[in-house]
């Protein structure tokens, strides 16, 4: 999952303070050990820590940033970090603790979430420093023109996302799924009603159908061909966008 780069002035309100648990819940036993209490909750003061780890991990792992060669690309990973520092900065983005006593411990999972507003300026693709990236924001862009998340369902802003890693020894928890989850509390105490998110690879976009996420809008990765960028060789043939309007507060 990522998220096209826009220039996006929002600010968590002091309403809404930082250091928040947006959920608690009990992991599964695993190799004979009793299972895990986990917290997600503000990202804070994991920031640092978590970039580096979307740098080591999930340029990696995502088909996307695999299939462009994104970690062979200097120019490019320089200017991804400097978005992803942008986007956490907006203060919403969440992370996953083990839960010992009541209080976060070991960081095991995190999901950089960030606030699209409809008055935000799409960054200039030209401007754009690096070409690997350059040709996944285009590839982004595109999926996210296809449907106008705004007006489908009738908001001014909107939770998206720009990549979620859980860790590899807590995989299987449902740590993911538990993140998606809580972008609900959170978009409720922003004041902010929907979340939508272009999900690149098939296990995330399982994952969000399973979290009751609907499909907006599919992009062939076969038709990115036209703009000379070939993602032909990614383990799925298609992104899709994917969003879910939340409930209200009784």
Request: net charge negative; with cysteine.
């Amino acid at each position: 999952m990522l998220a096209g780069n826009t220039k996006m002035p929002f600010q968590r309100p002091a309403s809404v303070p930082i250091g928040q648990v947006w959920s608690r819940f009990k992991g599964k036993e695993r190799d004979g050990k009793p299972a895990k209490m986990y917290q997600i909750r503000d990202m804070d003061d994991a920031k640092e820590k978590c970039l580096e780890l979307m740098k080591s991990t999930f340029l990696r792992d995502e088909p996307l940033c695999d299939v462009l060669e994104i970690n062979r690309d200097p120019v490019s990973i320089e200017t991804i970090m400097k978005n992803w520092e942008e986007y956490v900065a907006q203060n919403v983005s969440l992370a996953c603790y083990t839960e010992v006593d009541g209080e976060p411990d070991e960081l095991v999972g995190f999901n950089i979430v960030l606030v699209k507003s409809i008055d935000d300026i799409d960054e200039d693709l030209d401007t754009v420093k690096g070409e690997s990236w350059k040709k996944l924001l285009r590839t982004l862009i595109e999926a996210e023109n296809l449907c106008n998340v705004f007006k489908y369902y009738g908001v001014d802003k909107y939770l998206t996302s720009s990549g979620l890693t859980v860790l590899p020894e807590h995989r299987g928890q449902n740590i993911g799924a538990r993140l998606f989850a809580a972008r609900e509390p959170l978009g409720n105490a922003l004041g902010i009603e929907a979340t939508a998110t272009v999900f690149t690879a098939t296990t995330s976009q399982v994952l969000a159908a399973k979290c009751g996420y609907e499909t907006l809008a599919e992009l062939k990765y076969s038709d990115m061909l036209k703009f000379g960028i070939n993602l032909t060789e990614c383990t799925t043939d298609r992104a899709k966008l994917m969003g879910t309007r939340f409930k209200k507060q009784q």
